[in-house]
């Protein structure tokens, strides 16, 4: 793990280039980059993008390339469309961020994965570990991915620095399970969403609640979505009297205190403040997030209205993966087409659809990773397998969550889910390691509730700690 990776406490996002350029028309990067020096100037050294944020890190290339500012940080994102990932691919989309940002290296890339059933996710991780190795990359970081998985990550040797995610009065997902992760772990959060698009501010204090329409910004369209989802209109209003009472006694905005919160959070090393380049500029009170302290009875002041609010459904990320998706257009219509099955099928004459991961042992012992007989599904016994690798190190959890991750994306290769499975039956190397194991069942099947059985057994293959193997009815 690199303990050296050091940041400011307050970034500058600049996912709002993207909403600038929906018309067509590009930012001028010029004008774009003149204000981004604005805010170096005034010590936010570091700024934030991604490969799908407009013309963002092409206006980062033209500040580093004209201006030139020492100790200059650029964090970006790779988030490619679901599919196979090679290291070609991966090797490709590092190369064109290069030639963006005018730099030889990126200081951290940030990885995507839009569906754990599909391990091409954990291909593109290899990739991006042996780029780094290499020195096109500095650090790895992850964005909007839940603690099951950056747990995984981890365990399987990838280092990574960093997670992004939704992070915010609005949601409080990542307060428990995913703090405590990064905390054992030396993973610093990056938390975006503070200010909520700007919901978080004196302007929307005492005001009817807008429409969602597209007469708001992409922001505003996705955090007005995250309100109705805290808690409503009427909670919101609660909790902006209560940041504006806290605001006044400070000389702070609403958005400054907001962002302030979760700068103090636990596992937080910064919060990610957007910036519509050139358009709005609120340096002076960004600047007031660095210094202001919050008293025990104004964080309690927050929490009492907090403790109110409806918890955010799925775990961290989860609004990218499944309903009800939190986006700006409550679909992923703007981030991707389709999800390609993850696995292999090959359809036979006696009625059957199989299922091949492309492990190792199919091939040897000449059997399918799933087989499909009318509307019953029969899932092999699965190990932590992918390609010549055990995923989850010695994790016994990590590896479980592997493990369910391979059968649903056998599952949905073959069109079910695991809401379709009927029986578990989980075999495990090291009996002392059965609580691990059968918690992690639990995080996944809890709401499905299969029959399921867990003996001790002799795993074939040397690193193995468990082995799962399913039935499931498609209704």
Same mark, same amino acid.
């Given at each position: 793990?690199?303990?050296?990776?050091?940041?400011?406490?307050?970034?500058?996002?600049?996912?709002?280039?993207?909403?600038?350029?929906?018309?067509?028309?590009?930012?001028?990067?010029?004008?774009?980059?003149?204000?981004?020096?604005?805010?170096?100037?005034?010590?936010?050294?570091?700024?934030?993008?991604?490969?799908?944020?407009?013309?963002?890190?092409?206006?980062?290339?033209?500040?580093?390339?004209?201006?030139?500012?020492?100790?200059?940080?650029?964090?970006?994102?790779?988030?490619?469309?679901?599919?196979?990932?090679?290291?070609? @691919?991966?090797?490709?989309?590092?190369?064109?961020?290069?030639?963006?940002?005018?730099?030889?290296?990126?200081?951290?890339?940030?990885?995507?994965?839009?569906?754990?059933?599909?391990?091409?996710?954990?291909?593109?991780?290899?990739?991006?570990?042996?780029?780094?190795?290499?020195?096109?990359?500095?650090?790895?970081?992850?964005?909007?991915?839940?603690?099951?998985?950056?747990?995984?990550?981890?365990?399987?040797?990838?280092?990574?620095?960093?997670?992004?995610?939704?992070?915010?009065?609005?949601?409080?997902?990542?307060?428990?399970?995913?703090?405590?992760?990064?905390?054992?772990?030396?993973?610093?959060?990056?938390?975006?969403?503070?200010?909520?698009?700007?919901?978080?501010?004196?302007?929307?204090?005492?005001?009817?609640?807008?429409?969602?329409?597209?007469?708001?910004?992409?922001?505003?369209?996705?955090?007005?979505?995250?309100?109705?989802?805290?808690?409503?209109?009427?909670?919101?209003?609660?909790?902006?009297?209560?940041?504006?009472?806290?605001?006044?006694?400070?000389?702070?905005?609403?958005?400054?205190?907001?962002?302030?919160?979760?700068?103090?959070?636990?596992?937080?090393?910064?919060?990610?403040?957007?910036?519509?380049?050139?358009?709005?500029?609120?340096?002076?009170?960004?600047?007031?997030?660095?210094?202001?302290?919050? @008293?025990?009875?104004?964080?309690?002041?927050?929490?009492?209205?907090?403790?109110?609010?409806?918890?955010?459904?799925?775990?961290?990320?989860?609004?990218?993966?499944?309903?009800?998706?939190?986006?700006?257009?409550?679909?992923?219509?703007?981030?991707?087409?389709?999800?390609?099955?993850?696995?292999?099928?090959?359809?036979?004459?006696?009625?059957?659809?199989?299922?091949?991961?492309?492990?190792?042992?199919?091939?040897?012992?000449?059997?399918?990773?799933?087989?499909?007989?009318?509307?019953?599904?029969?899932?092999?016994?699965? @190990?932590?397998?992918?390609?010549?690798?055990?995923?989850?190190?010695?994790?016994?959890?990590?590896?479980?969550?592997?493990?369910?991750?391979?059968?649903?994306?056998?599952?949905?290769?073959?069109?079910?889910?695991?809401?379709?499975?009927?029986? @578990?039956?989980?075999?495990?190397?090291?009996?002392?390691?059965?609580?691990?194991?059968?918690?992690?069942?639990?995080?996944?099947?809890?709401?499905?509730?299969?029959?399921?059985?867990?003996?001790?057994?002799?795993?074939?293959?040397?690193?193995?700690?468990?082995?799962?193997?399913?039935?499931?009815?498609?209704?």
């Amino acid at each position: 793990m690199n303990n050296q990776f050091t940041i400011p406490k307050a970034i500058i996002g600049l996912w709002q280039i993207a909403d600038m350029e929906r018309s067509g028309n590009k930012v001028d990067p010029a004008i774009a980059a003149k204000s981004m020096m604005q805010y170096y100037e005034n010590g936010f050294t570091c700024f934030d993008m991604a490969d799908h944020y407009g013309s963002s890190e092409e206006i980062a290339g033209y500040c580093k390339k004209h201006f030139a500012p020492a100790g200059i940080q650029f964090f970006t994102k790779w988030v490619p469309s679901p599919g196979v990932i090679t290291e070609k @691919t991966a090797l490709a989309a590092v190369e064109k961020a290069l030639q963006r940002l005018s730099s030889p290296q990126i200081d951290l890339l940030q990885f995507h994965a839009w569906n754990y059933a599909d391990p091409n996710w954990l291909n593109a991780l290899y990739a991006l570990n042996t780029l780094r190795e290499k020195g096109l990359i500095a650090n790895i970081g992850l964005t909007n991915f839940d603690h099951i998985h950056l747990n995984m990550v981890i365990a399987s040797g990838i280092p990574v620095v960093s997670n992004q995610i939704a992070y915010s009065l609005l949601d409080q997902r990542g307060s428990h399970a995913m703090a405590a992760t990064c905390l054992q772990n030396n993973v610093q959060l990056l938390a975006y969403g503070t200010v909520a698009g700007g919901f978080f501010s004196e302007k929307w204090l005492g005001k009817e609640e807008p429409l969602l329409s597209e007469s708001l910004t992409w922001s505003q369209m996705k955090y007005k979505r995250f309100i109705d989802a805290a808690g409503g209109w009427s909670w919101f209003q609660t909790m902006l009297s209560t940041l504006s009472t806290i605001a006044a006694s400070k000389n702070a905005s609403i958005a400054t205190i907001a962002s302030a919160y979760m700068a103090q959070a636990p596992a937080v090393g910064a919060v990610i403040i957007g910036s519509r380049l050139g358009a709005s500029e609120h340096i002076e009170e960004n600047k007031k997030i660095l210094t202001i302290q919050l @008293t025990e009875a104004e964080k309690a002041a927050i929490e009492s209205v907090l403790v109110k609010a409806n918890k955010i459904k799925g775990n961290c990320g989860d609004e990218y993966r499944k309903p009800p998706f939190l986006t700006a257009s409550g679909d992923l219509s703007h981030h991707i087409k389709e999800f390609p099955k993850p696995y292999e099928i090959k359809l036979a004459e006696d009625g059957k659809t199989r299922v091949f991961s492309g492990t190792e042992w199919e091939t040897m012992a000449g059997y399918a990773r799933a087989v499909k007989k009318g509307n019953h599904i029969f899932v092999s016994g699965t @190990t932590a397998t992918h390609v010549n690798t055990i995923i989850g190190g010695n994790d016994p959890a990590a590896q479980t969550h592997f493990v369910i991750d391979k059968i649903e994306g056998a599952l949905h290769s073959l069109d079910a889910t695991l809401e379709d499975v009927v029986r @578990t039956k989980v075999f495990v190397a090291d009996i002392n390691q059965w609580e691990a194991i059968a918690r992690a069942h639990g995080e996944r099947f809890a709401h499905i509730q299969p029959a399921n059985t867990m003996v001790e057994a002799k795993l074939v293959g040397s690193g193995y700690l468990v082995e799962i193997e399913v039935d499931a009815i498609v209704s």
